[in-house]
């Protein structure tokens, strides 16, 4: 391993940050093999992680709509050996700014940014910073002024994209009903391709 970079397994060495907060602040997250399909694509994702995809043959969420490949890594399972730090050092500056910008463009399409799921993790959110203002920080508190309405540094009173997860699972149910009815696996609705 090159001096300056490590490579975290979160299992197995105690961390004193959660693992979010290392998430957050890893350049690759591994979504590696399990038993089954995990949330770990999605928790690199949410968490402006480039995902390093280990897992033959399976395809990750969203895979059919979203230009996966923009911002994530495949790398074989039997290419995973003790060369694969110098495989993800190998990447260029450039091409890990260009990954993570795409990252940052789709991270949107798997958040929930409607409904009651979201409504109640931004009331807990809330509630989470006014303790944490109140027992340690009060002088950090928001002042009236702060910020005015629109500004980068005000509130986020509603979600700020067209297109959240819902609208993403939408798109990807339209393009597997799609591809069965080609492959006439279901029956075709009623003027569905009509133009075609």
Same mark, same amino acid.
């Given at each position: ?26 350049? +690759? ?32 969420? +969203? ?54 799921? +979201? ?46 997860? +819902? ?30």
């Amino acid at each position: 391993m090159m001096e300056g970079e490590a490579i975290a397994n979160y299992d197995s060495q105690p961390f004193g940050n959660s693992y979010s907060h290392q998430l957050a602040r890893s350049k +690759f997250c591994a979504v590696m093999p399990g038993d089954g399909f995990s949330a770990r694509f999605e928790d690199a994702v949410l968490h402006g992680c480039i995902p390093v995809i280990i897992q033959d043959h399976v395809h990750v969420s +969203f895979e059919s709509i979203l230009d996966i490949d923009s911002f994530s890594i495949r790398i074989p399972q039997s290419a995973v050996n003790e060369y694969l730090p110098y495989i993800l050092l190998g990447i260029s500056d450039e091409q890990v700014e260009r990954m993570q910008r795409r990252l940052g463009s789709i991270q949107h399409r798997f958040v929930y940014g409607r409904g009651p799921m +979201f409504r109640e993790s931004r009331a807990q959110i809330r509630l989470q910073i006014k303790d944490w203002l109140k027992r340690d920080h009060a002088h950090l508190a928001p002042r009236k002024d702060y910020a005015p309405y629109g500004h980068p540094y005000g509130p986020v009173v509603q979600f700020p994209y067209k297109y959240d997860a +819902f609208h993403t699972v939408m798109q990807w149910l339209r393009w597997r009903r799609e591809k069965l009815e080609f492959e006439e696996k279901l029956p075709m609705l009623h003027g569905h391709h009509d133009n075609q």
